[in-house]
């Protein structure tokens, strides 16, 4: 038997400001902070001993992982990043409002673009060359679907969590909305339609349970 555990990072300032981000690099509110502390208070009533916990590259994941191993004193175990659990890129809507581009857009294409499973928003026309993806190997991609951030997400899943998991082995990921999406979407074989009415909350923690073969146990969502 082993736990994952799934967390969105806390508050950051752009869910504040209710603008779309992406691989931006944006910090955690102060009540972000707050609720990632209160997130990792709650994990510790479980008394789960990670052996290794998963992060993104982006800050606001890495700040919120740190502050949760902190309330459940674990900061000792091995902390690995992987730009595949970045959230998933929104091209050229990033930095732009959200009740903006619905309003420009209209209810329907704004809603594809952010909870379809295949729709891509529109593409940046540059991306910037930045020394973390440089180091990884990889560019910046110009926009993603969910299902292009799924695909990127899966082979960490197949290579790094999974193989850990059968082996016993309890597993924290702190990342974002639509990576996590994606990995509840495999966990739980959701369909490509169905995943568009699933919303993971920020530092809402969601245990699962499983069994050797990876089958589904038991799931508690920590609200």
Not at 9 to 24: M, V
Not at 112 to 128: G, K
Not at 151 to 167: G, H, I, M
Not at 168 to 188: N, P, T, Y
Request: hydrophobic residues 40%; aromatic residues 8%.
């Amino acid at each position: 038997m082993s736990r994952l555990v799934l967390v969105r990072h806390g508050e950051s300032t752009a869910n504040y400001t209710k603008t779309f981000t992406g691989w931006s690099d944006v910090a955690l509110t102060e009540r972000g902070r707050a609720a990632a502390f209160t997130a990792g208070q709650k994990l510790g009533r479980l008394q789960i001993q990670f052996k290794a916990a998963h992060t993104s590259y982006l800050k606001r994941a890495i700040e919120s992982e740190n502050l949760i191993l902190e309330a459940i004193h674990q900061l000792e175990i091995p902390q690995y990043k992987t730009w595949r659990l970045n959230e998933r890129h929104y091209g050229a809507l990033r930095g732009q409002k959200k009740a903006t581009v619905r309003q420009a857009v209209g209810d329907w294409q704004f809603q594809q673009w952010r909870r379809s499973y295949a729709a891509v928003p529109p593409q940046l026309d540059q991306v910037p060359r930045l020394r973390r993806y440089q180091m990884a190997g990889i560019r910046e991609p110009r926009a993603e679907s969910l299902k292009m951030a799924s695909d990127r997400l899966l082979p960490y899943w197949q290579d790094q969590l999974a193989p850990r998991l059968r082996a016993g082995q309890d597993q924290l990921v702190v990342a974002h909305g639509s990576s996590l999406r994606a990995l509840v979407k495999w966990i739980e074989e959701i369909s490509d339609c169905g995943i568009d009415g699933v919303e993971v909350l920020n530092a809402v923690p969601i245990v699962y349970t499983f069994d050797p073969q990876l089958q589904i146990l038991d799931k508690q969502v920590l609200s």
